[in-house]
């Protein structure tokens, strides 16, 4: 097998990844790339039972990938406004087939995902539907500057309490002063104490908080517990990060040590990334066939919402869906959830296996990292480095043929510049760190960057 074929193989899930993850838009009609249509059942949702006794959706529907209008997303048109219409459709749709979990955030679309959020949410009974947003004080911690985004978010949102409000994505420790992210945002500022304040009120029904970083951070939060009551958590977890987070990045944790810790306290979770960006939903080829031989009537983001319902201590999941295919396809998934066997779960451990060693970046195009102060596209150009691996045109000299070479060569730097305007190319990063702080994934987004300027400029050299 040449690296052609092997990257081929290895790596598949990449482009579908990459597509769902930025917000990609289909024609009219077209099916979406390996989901499985089918009936859509309006009354089978499977649902849970949080903190307080109320029934919450195991399907939730993620704010942060939504219908853009003229299609496409906010990164390939940064000044496009959101599809008002289509989010209401989509919204619409979810809370008829059993939906009621919304999950928003003041960052999500440049701001722009919780006004969408309250006014597609207010069009229907208030009892008929459950909100999460968060404390997003990522660039300004200071208690004023906080105060008003919580503020805001009622605002925007339109309701009177919020039902689920998270301290969101803390887990880093400045290397410089010692202090925790956590610290710093939350506990010296005042703010958790307001926080606490506003639970007591009912202003917020359930206080929780989501985790990316390192596992010290989580297991001193998790151990707050007794002193906070948190009502719930968010984290991250698949059937790939449940054992394969770590190997990934270093930096990652795993699910199975996050979920472990929560669950002995007893601490509902609420899942993001349960189908790491959209790329469960579209496999390598290999994997693919696998699950396909096993059951070829269900759609490889079934397995992944069938993994998660075997944990009881989950109590939403939630998808970015901004095509009705996918959102389509997740009901069908989530209403009824079924269980897994044990040869379901073998298998589904062998795609795990080969899936988290191929060698693609793990960006979900999220944009938290964006805007790059020195005008880097960092997620359009990892979505071009995956595509390439994905296409076979990662060329390495000395392991394919020279004609292949030279063909991998041409491809990967004619579509680098067609993609990518020269001035926002890997090149221009001059290792400032702004991006580090507020990369979910917890890429080294600097290294990767070097590593594919490097290898663009021995492809470049090899020309000569």
Known sequence: MNRRDFLKGLSGAVVAGAAVAAGCDHPNGVQAEGYTPGEVPTDKMSMRTDAHGQQVS???????????????????????????????QMVDYAIEHGVN??????????GMSEAATGIALARHPRDRWLVATKMSNFRDWSYEASIKMYHQSFEYLQVDHIDYYLLHSFGGVDKETGKSDFDKRFVDNGVLDFLLKEREAGRIRNLGWSFHGEQSEFDKVVALHDKYHWDFAQ???????????????????????????????????????????????KLQDHTAAMLKEHDP?????????????MYPRILTALSGM???????????????????????????????????????IPCTSCQYCMPCPYGLDIPGIF???????????????????????RRARKAFLTSYDASIDRLRQADHCID????????????????????????????????V
């Open 383 to 405: 979505a071009h480095y995956n595509k390439c691996l994905n296409d076979g045109d990662i060329a390495t000299e000395g392991t394919v043929e020279q004609r292949e070479f």
């Open 235 to 281: 984290i991250q977890m698949n059937y790939v990060d449940w054992h394969y987070a770590h190997e990934i990045e270093p930096e990652n944790v795993n699910a199975e040590h996050l979920y472990n810790e929560l669950d002995k306290r007893e601490i509902p979770i609420v899942i993001m990334e349960p189908l790491l960006g959209g790329r469960l939903g």
């Open 432 to 463: 400032c760190g702004e991006c580090l702080k507020h990369c979910p994934q917890s890429i080294k987004i600097p290294e990767k960057m070097h590593m594919i300027e490097d290898y663009t400029n021995k492809l470049k050299d090899s020309l």
């Open 101 to 110: 979990y919304f999950d928003t955030a003041p960052v999500y679309l440049k």
């Open 58 to 88: 195991f399907l939730g529907f993620g704010m942060m990938r939504l219908p853009v209008e003229g299609g496409g997303s906010l990164r390939d048109n940064p000044d496009a406004k959101l599809d008002q219409e289509a989010i209401n």
């Open 322 to 360: 901004n095509l009705m295919e996918h959102l389509q396809d997740n009901i069908r998934s989530c209403a009824p959830l079924e269980p897994l066997s044990d040869d379901d779960l073998a298998l589904l451990d062998r795609v795990a296996d080969e899936f988290a060693h191929f060698p693609a």
């Open 297 to 309: 009537n269900r759609s490889l983001a079934s397995w992944a919402w069938r993994h998660l319902g």
